[in-house]
């Protein structure tokens, strides 16, 4: 009787841990499925957001592609975070393999596009786009997709070169206009869409520093997006805990279902 007793407390238990794991999965899944919905709106929102942001992922290729690798995690996610709750509340051991060997892959690539990234961070620094300023920009040739973007750039974050208007000096775009130290998108511009007028841009042209932009586009950038890359960090961070979490539940409720 006492054997009896203490295999049914055992049955009982299991099947209360059972239940524990399955919506701790539950809960664990749902984060990841929000954490997809957010990486599928950040991803469309630079695609098709006007402030600025899409000309400065367009200026280098490597953050172009990023955006894309970010829609399309984002969207893994939030087919995964679906069917892990899905696995869960059915106790279908088909789905949670399923699920397991899904989201370990994305893991692993998740861990990957971290490790590229620190490789290539160098494709990141002043030093690059420097060196990219000086040999492709252009100045007036919008028709160009890196003048054009670098044009954006610049006006819209009033800024003017990488690290200031020295960085036209020996470039490509002093040799195609060697009469003027700066392009017109260094220019000031008033605060007033009719004030534009009277800043004589011909000062600006020829290096008057009270008619130009003097800060560079590269702390202009950091400093407006910088909380942003510290959020995103974190956020990446919770993400791979999350999964790490999920994939460990997924084998502890594929194992406890009978």
């Not at 970010?70 to 869960?88: E, T, V």
């Amino acid at each position: 009787m006492g054997l009896g007793e203490a295999s049914a407390r055992g049955t009982a238990m299991d099947r209360d841990c059972l239940s524990c794991i399955k919506y701790l999965m539950f809960v664990f899944n749902f984060l990841i499925f929000l954490g997809g919905s957010f990486l599928l709106g950040v991803g469309v929102w630079v695609l098709v957001d006007p402030t600025g942001f899409k000309e400065i992922v367009a200026a280098n290729p490597l953050l172009f592609t990023g955006v894309y690798i970010i829609l399309a995690m984002g969207g893994m996610l939030f087919l995964l975070g679906f069917l892990g709750c899905c696995g869960a509340i059915r106790e279908n051991k088909c789905l949670l393999m399923f699920f397991f060997m899904l989201i370990l892959v994305i893991f692993l690539a998740e861990l990957a596009a971290a490790i590229l990234a620190f490789i290539f961070r160098e494709h990141l620094t002043r030093e690059y786009f420097t060196k990219e300023l000086k040999r492709h920009y252009q100045g007036y040739n919008n028709t160009d997709v890196f003048t054009g973007t670098w044009n954006a750039i610049m006006n819209t974050f009033d800024c003017c070169g990488v690290n200031s208007p020295v960085d036209f000096e020996e470039s490509l775009f002093r040799l195609i206009n060697p009469n003027e130290m700066v392009p017109a998108a260094c220019c000031r511009r008033g605060s007033h869409p009719g004030d534009s007028a009277y800043i004589p841009q011909e000062e600006c042209l020829m290096g008057n520093m009270l008619f130009r932009n003097n800060k560079g586009c590269y702390s202009a950038v950091v400093d407006y997006f910088e909380l942003y890359i510290y959020v995103a960090g974190a956020l990446a961070i919770v993400v791979l805990t999350i999964e790490l979490f999920a994939m460990v539940f997924a084998m502890c409720l594929f194992r406890g279902i009978q």
